[in-house]
């Protein structure tokens, strides 16, 4: 089962109580790649995107099986994904996030879809983002979170058009 992450977090801790980070991949000095640990439970942690528009990052967060775990030791780095987010064979339970200078600002619970390829994925990804932000956007919040999710909405929809 996948940990939430906790908003205002950095994306790659993005849970309470952390015991460990493990650090796959990096860009500029900043995590992109790796895997987390909690109580035991182990979670992968990647930078879908570069920048999108206003420095946003979206994020995906997946509970790791011990099979997972074996497949990833042996995978060559180019392959790590690949059986995980990519053509897996059934859909996968995620969570998404997405930060704004590296913290977290929004997150949701998404099923990612069986057998989709990097193109798929991310298109897939974009709608739903789209679609959980509109949703989002509809609710009772704060004003200084109303505008972050706003904000992120937008960024998303440029993406999306992109």
Do not use: C, H, K
Request: no cysteine; aromatic share 12%.
């Amino acid at each position: 089962m996948s940990m939430l992450p906790v908003l205002g977090n950095l994306a790659w801790a993005p849970v309470s109580a952390i015991e460990n980070v493990e650090v796959l991949d990096r860009f500029n000095g900043v995590p992109t790649f790796g895997i987390f640990s909690v109580s035991g439970e182990r979670q992968l942690f990647w930078r879908v995107t570069g920048y999108v528009p206003r420095e946003y990052s979206i994020w995906l967060y997946m509970p790791l099986t011990p099979a997972d775990e074996s497949r990833l030791a042996d995978a060559e780095p180019s392959d790590l994904l690949d059986g995980l987010a990519f053509r897996s064979g059934a859909a996968r339970y995620s969570t998404v996030g997405i930060a704004r200078d590296y913290r977290l600002v929004f997150e949701r619970e998404w099923q990612i879809p069986p057998r989709a390829d990097a193109r798929d994925l991310f298109g897939d990804l974009l709608r739903f983002l789209r679609d959980a932000l509109t949703i989002a956007l509809r609710e009772d919040m704060p004003p200084a979170r109303r505008e972050l999710v706003y904000t992120a909405s937008e960024a998303i929809r440029e993406l999306a058009d992109a």
